[in-house]
């Protein structure tokens, strides 16, 4: 918010912005339902990690990340968010939420995200936590034969992939969080609108010096 005000002219602490949003106009924090458990499945093939650590890229569709997140409805069912991200702005290349999280769920964000990026496939490193989807023989064989070379975190060090946590944490914090989805289709739309139209280019990122990505993309 601070960013926000100081992007319209508007010069305050983040001391002062936390002390209105929540003395004088009551917001406060939400908290989140509890994460769903899931299954581990039986890799197929892990990865060496490529990136390690190193989060930045000289040029666009050099190095994406990838995850998965839940989502809940009212009623407490659960949905399941595939995204992946471009290090090289931050910027969402692709997003779909379906009801299962599966392979075919991580080869579809993939593909969607290659059809939006022509010419994105040369010497492009795709990283992802070691997963059963990631480690899948669908999805394994489905990069290999997009030329897609795929890195992998440690296993259970969320920090590998550490700009995927930050994406869905603002994903939930800012979006999500704020809704009662009555029907999934609300979801997936207010999901694809934040991403698409407010991530990538409405609200600042501290990674590109406070400009949204799609603006530094093409800066």
């Not at 009551?26 to 093939?45: A, Q």
């Not at 490193?125 to 975190?153: N, P, R, W």
Request: proline share 5%; with cysteine.
């Amino acid at each position: 918010m601070t960013a926000y005000l100081e992007r319209s002219g508007y010069r305050y602490s983040r001391t002062t912005v936390h002390k209105y949003m929540n003395k004088e106009l009551g917001l406060h924090s939400i908290v989140r339902p509890k994460k769903p458990g899931t299954k581990p499945g039986k890799p197929h093939k892990v990865f060496e990690n490529k990136l390690k650590q190193n989060f930045t890229a000289e040029k666009t569709n050099q190095k994406w990340c990838t995850d998965f997140t839940y989502l809940f409805l009212k009623n407490g069912d659960v949905r399941y968010n595939c995204t992946i991200i471009d290090l090289h702005d931050r910027s969402v290349v692709a997003s779909i939420t379906d009801r299962r999280i599966t392979s075919d769920l991580a080869v579809r964000t993939l593909q969607k995200a290659l059809d939006s990026q022509p010419g994105s496939r040369k010497e492009l490193i795709l990283h992802s936590d070691q997963g059963s989807q990631y480690t899948s023989k669908a999805f394994v064989e489905f990069c290999e034969s997009a030329g897609v070379t795929q890195s992998m975190s440690k296993a259970g060090y969320p920090y590998d992939n550490a700009p995927m946590e930050r994406y869905f944490n603002t994903l939930k914090n800012e979006c999500t969080n704020l809704y009662e989805f009555r029907t999934e289709e609300q979801m997936y739309q207010v999901v694809e609108e934040f991403a698409y139209v407010t991530y990538n280019h409405v609200r600042p990122h501290s990674y590109n010096g406070y400009k949204p990505p799609f603006e530094a993309r093409c800066a």
